[in-house]
């Protein structure tokens, strides 16, 4: 027979377990809101004080470059335009990567730079001036959802080739921090009923909340015809993207797209490339070139990828790169601006307990495409199959142990490098120096040219 004590005491705790949790949330939001208040100074205060520690590391190293690109400046991949898409791609072995892959990771790299840069950069690469195109899209309303999404269009005329490349996170812009930390899932309906997309939990397309608004797919539709001739610079990003497509894509020949991004540009790249499905240039897609990309969107939204573009995505992983780790799952209360947002009845329903129980996946955050992997050797090991299926962040493990690779790389970059990119890797986590774009780039140049 139950006690009268163990009756209550499950109930007095549960009791003191949600009055704790209210008055924390009350001082979450608190906090959150007076952030939200400081933040329109604190914004342009710290991207300008950004511009001056770069002109600064800049000087001191004779690079001058992005903070991402400071400690290794090299872009030079070896080939040029003329090379890369006059080849006939009939044969062409998507399950193994090429020069295409050496390609797009200096052109993502390259990307968070300015944009006289960028176009000063393709040009030495041999794409025609007149045919490069750098767009920006931000929103600084702390009311809604923050983005500052950057993304280059780059026309290849004579093989009728539009290569689409993202930026990633500038490590002094706030505002695409917030886009990387809107890791909410976002439901995107109507769209490839072909597919048996439906209304339950299973087959809703769900994709991570910050990309969905820095490509601007509130306003997504693929139903309603686009009128192209209103789109100006404040036009969501993917609709201007659109817009160049359709622009190139002349005399009834189908172009070519390929599209790439580096860390928040991979991910944003691998959203795009949904977009030009659901807007019919499956066929026209070459390939999605991906390098450190967080996980974009749940189950469903993968399969979809999969099914439709399978090995013509290369999502390259190099060694233990924890961003291509995350998010594992959705986490509603991460960014601070939810306590302001009509997201706060979604965040008040996580605080209670009663998301989803009957199927956990709901909130998983799933991988799609051909990965490639980079070991610690610089090898590359990849998936054999892309009907592997999606997969899941937790199913590419870290590397343990790094104190012999850390200073391995400690040593090359002293004498191959830069002596700062030698001070990054004594410094900062194996999980982050993986991270960068220049790492990337050598790596691969050094697994496609030894073939």
Same mark, same amino acid.
């Given at each position: @027979?139950?006690?009268?004590?163990?009756l209550l005491?499950?109930?007095?705790?549960?009791? &003191?377990?949600?009055?704790?949790?209210?008055i924390?949330?009350?001082?979450?939001?608190f906090?959150l *809101?007076?952030f939200?208040n400081?933040?329109t100074i $604190?914004y342009?205060?710290? +991207?300008?004080?950004?511009? #001056?520690?770069?002109?600064?590391?800049g000087i001191?190293?004779?690079n001058?470059?992005?903070?991402?690109?400071?400690?290794?400046g090299?872009?030079?991949?070896?080939?040029? /335009?003329?090379?890369?898409?006059?080849?006939? *791609?009939?044969?062409?072995?998507y399950?193994?990567?090429?020069?295409?892959? =050496?390609?797009? &990771?200096?052109?993502?790299?390259?990307?968070?730079e300015?944009?006289?840069?960028?176009?000063?950069?393709?040009?030495? %690469?041999?794409?025609?001036e007149?045919?490069?195109?750098?767009?920006?899209?931000?929103?600084?309303?702390?009311?809604?959802?923050?983005?500052?999404?950057?993304?280059?269009?780059?026309?290849?005329?004579?093989?009728?080739?539009?290569?689409?490349a993202?930026r990633?996170?500038?490590? @002094?812009?706030?505002l695409e921090w @917030?886009?990387?930390v809107?890791?909410?899932?976002?439901?995107?309906?109507?769209?490839f009923?072909?597919?048996n997309?439906?209304?339950?939990?299973?087959?809703?397309?769900?994709?991570?909340?910050?990309?969905?608004f820095?490509?601007?797919?509130?306003?997504?539709?693929?139903?309603?015809? =686009?009128?192209?001739?209103?789109?100006?610079?404040?036009?969501? @990003? !993917?609709?201007?993207?659109? +817009?160049?497509?359709?622009?190139?894509?002349?005399?009834?020949n +189908?172009?070519?797209?390929?599209i790439?991004?580096?860390s928040l540009?991979?991910?944003?790249?691998s959203?795009?490339?949904?977009v030009?499905? /659901?807007?019919?240039y499956?066929?026209?897609?070459?390939?999605?070139?991906? #390098?450190?990309?967080?996980l974009?969107?749940?189950?469903? #939204?993968?399969?979809?990828?999969? *099914?439709?573009?399978?090995?013509?995505?290369?999502? %390259?992983v190099?060694?233990?790169?924890?961003?291509?780790?995350?998010?594992?799952?959705?986490?509603?209360s991460?960014?601070?601006?939810y306590?302001r947002?009509? #997201?706060?009845? /979604?965040?008040e329903?996580?605080?209670n307990? *009663?998301?989803?129980?009957?199927?956990?996946?709901?909130?998983?955050?799933?991988?799609?495409?051909?990965?490639?992997?980079?070991?610690?050797k610089?090898?590359? =090991?990849?998936?054999? $199959?892309?009907?592997e299926?999606?997969?899941?962040?937790?199913?590419?493990?870290?590397?343990?142990?790094?104190?012999?690779?850390?200073?391995?790389?400690v040593?090359?970059s002293? !004498?191959n490098?830069?002596?700062?990119r030698s001070f $990054?890797?004594?410094?900062?986590?194996?999980?982050?120096?993986?991270?960068?774009?220049?790492?990337? /780039?050598?790596?691969?140049?050094?697994i496609?040219?030894k073939?």
């Amino acid at each position: @027979m139950l006690s009268i004590q163990s009756l209550l005491i499950p109930r007095l705790l549960s009791s &003191i377990v949600i009055r704790f949790r209210s008055i924390g949330l009350i001082i979450f939001n608190f906090l959150l *809101n007076i952030f939200v208040n400081r933040f329109t100074i $604190l914004y342009p205060l710290i +991207k300008f004080i950004g511009q #001056y520690i770069q002109l600064f590391l800049g000087i001191i190293t004779g690079n001058h470059s992005s903070l991402v690109n400071i400690s290794d400046g090299d872009f030079s991949i070896g080939t040029n /335009a003329y090379q890369l898409f006059n080849q006939k *791609n009939n044969n062409k072995d998507y399950n193994n990567p090429d020069i295409h892959d =050496i390609f797009h &990771i200096y052109l993502s790299k390259i990307l968070y730079e300015s944009s006289d840069r960028i176009k000063e950069q393709c040009i030495d %690469w041999g794409f025609n001036e007149e045919l490069i195109e750098i767009l920006t899209y931000e929103s600084t309303d702390v009311k809604k959802y923050l983005y500052s999404t950057e993304a280059a269009v780059i026309n290849h005329d004579e093989s009728n080739t539009i290569i689409i490349a993202f930026r990633g996170t500038e490590p @002094m812009d706030l505002l695409e921090w @917030m886009t990387d930390v809107s890791t909410n899932f976002i439901d995107i309906d109507n769209v490839f009923n072909d597919m048996n997309n439906n209304n339950s939990n299973d087959n809703k397309i769900r994709v991570h909340a910050g990309f969905y608004f820095a490509l601007g797919l509130d306003a997504f539709d693929p139903s309603q015809p =686009i009128d192209f001739s209103k789109v100006t610079k404040k036009t969501p @990003m !993917f609709i201007q993207l659109l +817009k160049y497509i359709q622009k190139f894509d002349h005399d009834g020949n +189908k172009c070519n797209i390929s599209i790439t991004g580096h860390s928040l540009g991979a991910g944003l790249a691998s959203l795009f490339s949904f977009v030009l499905l /659901a807007y019919g240039y499956e066929s026209s897609i070459s390939a999605v070139y991906t #390098y450190g990309q967080p996980l974009v969107g749940n189950r469903r #939204y993968a399969e979809i990828l999969n *099914n439709k573009l399978g090995n013509r995505i290369h999502r %390259w992983v190099n060694h233990s790169d924890v961003v291509t780790r995350i998010p594992v799952i959705e986490l509603p209360s991460i960014a601070w601006y939810y306590a302001r947002t009509l #997201y706060s009845d /979604a965040l008040e329903g996580a605080t209670n307990n *009663n998301q989803t129980k009957s199927n956990p996946s709901y909130k998983l955050y799933y991988h799609s495409g051909l990965r490639f992997k980079i070991d610690r050797k610089g090898n590359l =090991i990849r998936q054999n $199959l892309i009907d592997e299926g999606p997969i899941l962040a937790c199913e590419d493990r870290f590397d343990l142990f790094h104190f012999i690779y850390s200073i391995g790389n400690v040593i090359d970059s002293l !004498f191959n490098i830069t002596p700062l990119r030698s001070f $990054l890797w004594l410094t900062g986590p194996v999980e982050i120096n993986d991270h960068f774009p220049g790492d990337y /780039a050598r790596k691969i140049k050094k697994i496609v040219t030894k073939k």
